[in-house]
Structures are given as structure tokens and as C-alpha cells.
């Protein structure tokens, strides 16, 4: 896996449109080779888009966070491995992750694991029946994702050291909710700065808003791939 942290760092695009999307992947230009598009940009057209930045020789993320039958899990999956796509998320259930690492089987699409969403805490997995707290229930789906076969997985940078010691050196661990020590956390309740999410052992940084938003996302951009850069991976990450 490449040290470059033009590898390692993927800008969410995370606007309301397509024309948006364009024009902030223009305006960072050669700064950012990595992009996740999700659920809001994916149902305004962007799914050509990632079709598009993928021709283009960009990597996608494509953050759909699948769950379903067998079946359609595996149908889902055959058509991502053909757009050319790096990354796909799966929620962390066994029979899910299993299905998709056959269908996936013989290409380069690394399937990641969403363990428990950076937006959760405590609390909110209580109020939705589960009986595991963050932490735990993020371990729990590591192991699983790991038994399963899966590429890698999707935590909170504040379980990335414990989730590595899970999931060994060679799984990718992809830390949303990035966010450099002066901005804000908005909805999310798990955060860590970039340099202290390598430390610990996350191999691929999402950071969003703090680019996005920022007055000049080319220099945001850059600022947080200096800091990646300071941070040193350890090799075999």
C-alpha cells in the first residue's frame, strides 16, 4: 500500500449536486487524487460522476453502506467491480460481507466493513436495541469482517488502535470523521485530527467539510496531507 498521502486521504464529496461536485474536484485539482460520493450526491447524478472521476484515473469511494439478501448483495457488487470503483462499504454483517467478498472475488475493489457509524455513541446504539456499547460492537464487527474476508474497515479514528490490533497490519482502516484541531465537529460525536488518526492506526483519512467548506479548499487540502505526511505510517500499513 502507498505511503503517498494523496493515497490515503479521501475528500468526501458530500454537496447537494453534480455541477458542486464538478467544480470543487476542479478546484483541487492535482492537490486530491481520492474521493468518496455517498448517499447524497449518488442520488443527483452521481453515480456517473463516480463513473466519470474513476475513467478519469481517480479513486472512488463509493460509500453505499450495503445490506440486503445474498443475492442482491452480490448482484450490487458485480456492478461496482465493473464502474471501476477502489472502495465500497457493506454494514458489517457476517452474511452480507461474506456474499460480497464472492462476488468481488478476482478484482481490485477493497469492500470495507461500517462498524458503528461515527455519528453514534453509546446511547444511540442503547435506543436502538443493541446490547453492545461503541467500542465493543466495533470490535465484534472487525473480527467478522476480517473472518469474512473483507478488504477492510470503516471506525472512528478513537477505536482504529484497537480495531488494528483485531484486524492485523494488512486490512485497510478507514476513519471517517476527521477533523483538523480548529474545526468544528458538527454531527459527529467520534473525532480525531489527522496526525492522531494515523498514530493510531488508520490507514486512510475521509475528511469533508473541513475541505469543502473551507474558503480555499486547496490549501485545507494540503494542510491536512502535510500533517498526514508528518504523522509516518508505519510500513506495513
Known sequence: MSLDPRERLIVALDVPSVAEAEAMVARLGETVAFYKIGYQLAFAGGLELARDLAASGHKIFLDMKLLDIDNTIASAVANVVKMGMTMLTLHAYPKAMRAAV??????????????????MDDADLKEAGYADDAASLVLKRAEQAQIAGMGGIVCSAEE????RKVIGPDMALVTPGIRPADSEKGDQKRVMTPFDAIAAGSSHLVVGRPIVKAADPKAAARAILNEMQAARWPANQ
Do not use: I, N
Open 102 to 119: 464472492e462476488a468481488a472475488k478476482g478484482s481490485d475493489l477493497c469492500l470495507l466493513g461500517v462498524t458503528v457509524l461515527t455519528s
Open 160 to 163: 482504529a488502535c484497537a480495531v
